[in-house]
């Protein structure tokens, strides 16, 4: 009697979609965009702070580890956020909320991910400096800003510590020691997020108020008129703060130029949103922000880093 074929185990339709799916929630866990926004400054923090003798190859384990330490911040936000997220419409489908993961899973995912970055950092980077660095940033953005967006509009505010730290671990990795330049670099990202975050909570301040989140436009007047004048105070804070890579001797007079008049044309547009205070105004600050930040990263890259490493 011949013997029977058998034929390889394959994964049916259905499974292989359930894989895609927690391999989908797994990935949103981590915050992608966020996390790639945040290693592009760590990758800027470490070429100008290694200038002009970087090292791929430490580049590349600073950012492996902050990037797991990013992941792992980010699953905890979302352990820490699930019965807000559940009441908020943009949030609902989020794998805790949206029932498809359990909580102790994506605690327990978080905390290993960043033990392990933090491990990783002192292992495999020379400095530990940068290992303390993206430490610090996970713990206030975790177990400081995650809490107080319930309390305190000023979470906002606090929160844009450890959202500014990622360039001053990518210049620890690549020195060891924190500079002027690296405090400027802290500066900008930390002046920055200010209005890049109030449009954010603008444009979703019903949602922020049906979670309960102690924004400045779910706290102030009804017409957002505090949040137009904090955009445009912080703003204007920006546009001087980033110039001063110029006056501390980190950058030419290419970016001076560069960086005023980004400035300017961002202030331009939080007055804007000012006068009017709508969600198209507050989306036009919202894009120019990340313009602003964009042009400004080049504008250093070009001013700063590409002479050392040119010349």
Not at 61 to 82: D, K, M, P, Q, Y
Not at 212 to 219: E, I, Q, R, T
Not at 244 to 250: A, E, I, L, M, R
Request: hydrophobic share 55%.
């Amino acid at each position: 009697m011949p013997a029977t074929a058998t034929l390889p185990r394959t994964l049916t339709a259905p499974a292989m979609s359930e894989v895609r799916t927690r391999f989908a929630d797994y990935l949103e866990l981590t915050k992608p965009k966020i996390a790639m926004m945040a290693l592009v400054t760590v990758a800027v923090g470490y070429f100008l702070g290694a200038a002009p003798s970087a090292n791929i190859a430490v580049l590349l384990h600073t950012l492996i580890g902050a990037g797991l330490v990013a992941a792992g911040g980010s699953a905890l936000n979302h352990w820490l956020e699930r019965r807000a997220d559940s009441q908020m419409h943009r949030t609902l489908n989020r794998p805790l909320p949206g029932g498809r993961m359990r909580p102790a899973e994506v605690f327990s995912f978080g905390v290993t991910l960043a033990i392990v970055g933090v491990v990783y950092l002192l292992v495999a980077v020379p400095h530990s400096s940068a290992a303390i660095a993206a430490a610090a940033t996970g713990f206030l953005y975790v177990a400081v800003y995650t809490p107080l967006k319930r309390v305190t509009a000023w979470n906002t505010v606090v929160g844009a510590i450890p959202g500014a730290l990622p360039p001053v671990i990518g210049w620890c990795a690549a020195r060891g020691t924190i500079s002027a330049d690296a405090v400027c670099l802290f500066a900008i990202l930390f002046v920055w997020q200010l209005p890049h975050f109030y449009s954010i909570a603008f444009l979703h301040r019903t949602d922020y108020a049906r979670g309960g989140m102690k924004m400045l436009p779910c706290v102030e007047r009804p017409d957002g008129f505090w949040t137009g004048v904090a955009s445009v105070a912080t703003a204007a804070l920006l546009l001087a703060v980033g110039l001063t890579p110029f006056f501390f001797g980190s950058a030419r007079w290419l970016f001076l130029v560069g960086s005023a008049l980004l400035g300017v044309w961002f202030l331009a547009r939080t007055v804007r949103f000012a006068k009017l205070r709508n969600d198209r105004t507050a989306r036009s600050v919202l894009r120019g922000s990340l313009v602003y930040l964009a042009g400004v990263m080049a504008l250093l890259v070009i001013d700063w880093m590409l002479p050392r490493y040119l010349g």
